[in-house]
């Protein structure tokens, strides 16, 4: 598992995810729960459950403007009602030198546009992934069975169609190193209760439908996405993690989808597509040992796709 590779004043490295780095305030007792962290986007990215390398240049910085621009959105500033998020101040006041206050960032120079300062959360073990489109591994399944994680859908769908409605197929998240799997609306009942299942469900079918109208607005489909819950300190349902990203999310160009006659056509990505695709004909399966390292041509793609992805919907 990937490590922080930069010591940041004031704040103890606890956790590194694939992508993600997580730090405490350096003065937290070993074992206690801060009231506030740090979470950093790296530029590292993943795809099969790897790390890949070398990484995507300011990806993490792309990555967590868009998350802080949705989590505004998601607050209110779309019109919708806010939704708890576990964004924390990320300035302190401080007594200055002449004795006057001084507005101090808690977030450190050496990841400033990449870090978030966030509240501690009691984390919900459910992955909400809400399908708006058919595609990726339910497109594999549907071909199958005629089924996305078991929900029976209507025959005759193609490859990157609009689903008659968004559908909800949480998955539980595995304890590290294990890989999350796909599990029933009536699995999360047994593992969180029926109104925390129910409350979970309905805030990502909603979180969904808001951001995929936005998205639309704007010429881009939102064709799936994952959201992470969790519970505040009064027991209050908390977006947390990051929120509708090239990362966590699938997104096309509505123009092409429209227009385009093939899937590859259809679905024109700005999400890492790219690198999986790339992935997936160039290092077979089982796809164990260490992935080949991604060429230049795939990077600044991937970059640029992510970019514009910003740059589309950020727009006024």
Request: proline share 7%; net charge negative; hydrophobic share 40%.
């Amino acid at each position: 598992m990937p490590t922080p590779t930069t010591e940041l004043p004031g704040w103890r490295h606890a956790y590194s995810g694939k992508v993600r780095d997580l730090y405490v305030p350096a003065d937290t007792p070993e074992g206690a729960t801060p009231e506030r962290m740090l979470v950093v986007a790296s530029d590292r990215v993943s795809a099969f459950d790897h790390v890949l390398s070398p990484g995507i240049p300011g990806k993490g910085e792309l990555l967590t403007t868009l998350s802080l621009w949705w989590f505004d959105r998601l607050a209110g500033a779309d019109g919708g009602r806010s939704i708890p998020n576990h964004l924390a101040a990320s300035h302190e006041l401080t007594l200055g030198a002449d004795g006057a206050d001084d507005l101090k960032s808690l977030i450190p120079e050496a990841v400033a546009g990449r870090a978030m300062v966030v509240k501690s959360l009691d984390m919900l073990p459910i992955e909400c992934v809400v399908r708006g489109y058919l595609t990726g591994s339910g497109w594999a399944e549907y071909g199958e069975n005629g089924t996305v994680c078991g929900i029976a859908l209507p025959e005759g769908l193609s490859n990157g169609d609009r689903l008659p409605e968004p559908i909800y197929t949480p998955a539980y998240k595995a304890p590290l190193g294990e890989h999350d799997e796909n599990i029933s609306y009536e699995r999360t009942v047994e593992l969180v209760g029926a109104e925390r299942a129910a409350e979970l469900r309905d805030l990502s079918l909603e979180i969904y439908a808001r951001a995929a109208a936005t998205a639309e607005a704007h010429g881009v489909i939102l064709a799936d996405t994952k959201f992470e819950f969790g519970l505040d300190g009064n027991g209050v349902l908390t977006i947390a993690d990051e929120v509708l990203t090239s990362d966590s999310s699938r997104y096309w160009d509505a123009a092409a989808w429209a227009s385009g006659t093939t899937p590859a056509e259809r679905m024109a990505s700005f999400d890492k597509q790219i690198v999986r695709d790339w992935l997936a004909a160039n290092w077979a399966a089982p796809r164990e040992g260490e992935p080949p390292a991604l060429p230049a041509d795939i990077i600044d793609r991937t970059t640029a796709r992510y970019r514009e992805l910003l740059e589309r919907l950020t727009a006024a």
